[in-house]
């Protein structure tokens, strides 16, 4: 627009997946449990009270690290971000400035600048007038990740920050639910003519995919509208209002300077070559297939890119499609596993009707494979699949046992051909008329008297046959 171009650098907080908090004890559940019961004197900063590094919080951010190529560090310590504000106890936030856990690497096509770890704030609640606060969550370690200014555009913001959320999942680092706050976006956005950036403001706390794109869409048009009328756009923090999809300010955007950081003294210094768990060959082993790792698996089997993205979408249920397509090296039989998963078993596990059992994972590969053979249909499978799921049964032995095996033997089908036949005279004519889309009604007809066992194309077949 008017020839500006758009940069966006995101800086992306997630709650981490541990048993407890930080630095202290505390069970870190702040979603579960009653306002201000998960507390302690550490969370609460009492006088005296002195923190402890949760080493798995580190654990979880190097694995991040490892994931998106980034650089680890060995030597690394933590600040104290000073600022007062209610959800914060001590007036200080334990974070990391100089020396994050992770500098580089990339994801989605988009460089990343550092990981590092720190404390979450407490929730605060806004009533009228009061403000409540719950301090379950103050203490949660929280990783926050800082993107280049490489964003050109509000979609590629989307689907990096999508990606980075099913990379948390993945890894089980977090549960990364945008809705309950686990993850948290803020976009720093600015609009320039030149190859010098302009102006940035930051709008914080977007907490839907949907919101981040549209408020970078918001806030580029604004932007350019408010310098091409002659304005100045000034550095700030900004809101976003979902309901009137427009940014609001909120104060005047602080600087590095203003939070005043300096190394934590209760905190010793972290060398990660002292912490055997930490190191590279610990951490590879720890790594479990990334989205990209497994997006190329399931290419090489030949399953569409598509359906690729909806079975990685859960790394629950992919785990369960892993089992199920272990040693498939047949296009066709992979194929059809992933037409079926991610149509009729998406279906069933959405409706609360299936839990996915990994012992029932073969007999849901021999029924696709079932298919693929021609020994029952489509229509049978479907039928089926529920059962076979639930039950681990043998679909080859149900579907004999029900006389649902596919029938192709042209002896057995005429009989049949000929009573829908007479049922139906004026399909016949309509037929004979030139109308040869009613085939297909006459075909459901055959497909229904035989329980969907019939072979649908030597149906037709007969069908034209016979008239």
Not at 28 to 34: K, L, R, S, V
Not at 65 to 85: H, Q, V
Not at 91 to 109: D, E, F, M, N, T
Request: net charge negative; aromatic share 6%; proline share 5%.
């Amino acid at each position: 627009m008017h020839g500006y171009k758009t940069t966006v650098g995101l800086e992306v907080h997630a709650e981490l997946k541990t048993t407890s908090k930080m630095f202290c004890g505390c069970e870190n559940n702040p979603h579960a449990a009653e306002p201000n019961t998960l507390v302690c004197p550490v969370c609460m900063a009492h006088p005296g009270t002195l923190p402890t590094v949760n080493e798995r919080a580190v654990e979880l951010v190097l694995m991040v690290g490892k994931a998106i190529g980034g650089e680890l560090a060995d030597f690394t310590e933590f600040d104290r971000k000073n600022y007062f504000y209610p959800d914060i106890p001590k007036a200080y936030q334990i974070s990391q400035y100089q020396y994050p856990l992770v500098r580089g690497g990339k994801l989605a096509g988009v460089a990343i600048t550092r990981i590092h770890l720190e404390e979450d704030t407490a929730r605060s609640q806004h009533e009228g007038e009061q403000s409540l606060v719950d301090y379950n969550r103050a203490g949660v370690p929280l990783m926050e990740l800082v993107t280049e200014p490489v964003i050109h555009d509000a979609e590629t913001a989307g689907r990096f920050a999508r990606e980075l959320q099913l990379l948390l999942r993945t890894l089980g680092a977090s549960d990364a639910n945008m809705e309950r706050g686990e993850m948290r976006v803020e976009a720093n956005i600015s609009v320039s003519k030149t190859d010098t950036f302009g102006t940035k403001v930051e709008v914080k706390n977007l907490n839907s995919f949907k919101s981040v794109e549209a408020a970078i869409h918001f806030e580029a048009k604004r932007h350019i509208e408010v310098l091409e009328s002659g304005g100045v756009i000034i550095q700030e923090t900004r809101g976003w209002d979902e309901n009137k999809g427009k940014t609001f300010s909120q104060r005047v955007k602080e600087t590095a300077d203003d939070y005043r950081y300096f190394p934590d003294p209760d905190i010793p210094k972290l060398l990660r070559s002292a912490v055997s768990a930490w190191s590279d060959e610990a951490l590879m082993a720890k790594l479990p297939e990334t989205p990209d790792m497994k997006r190329t698996r399931y290419a090489t089997q030949g399953i569409p890119a598509e359906q690729i993205e909806i079975i990685i979408a859960d790394p629950v249920r992919e785990a369960f499609f892993k089992v199920v397509t272990d040693g498939v090296v047949d296009v066709q039989l992979a194929k059809t596993l992933a037409n079926y998963f991610t149509s009729d078993v998406q279906a069933h596990l959405e409706n609360g009707s299936l839990v996915l059992n990994h012992t029932h994972a073969p007999a849901f590969c021999e029924l696709a494979r079932l298919v693929v053979a021609g020994t029952i249909t489509s229509r049978v499978a479907k039928d089926l699949l529920l059962e076979v799921l639930t039950s681990g049964a043998n679909p080859a032995t149900l579907a004999k046992d029900r006389g649902l095996l596919q029938q192709s033997n042209k002896d057995e089908l005429l009989p049949l051909i000929d009573a829908i036949l007479m049922e139906h005279p004026a399909v016949v004519a309509e037929f004979k008329a030139g109308k040869e889309a009613v085939l297909q009604f006459l075909v459901g007809q055959g497909m229904k008297a035989t329980k969907g066992s019939a072979n649908p194309s030597v149906l037709a077949a007969l069908f034209k046959e016979r008239m």
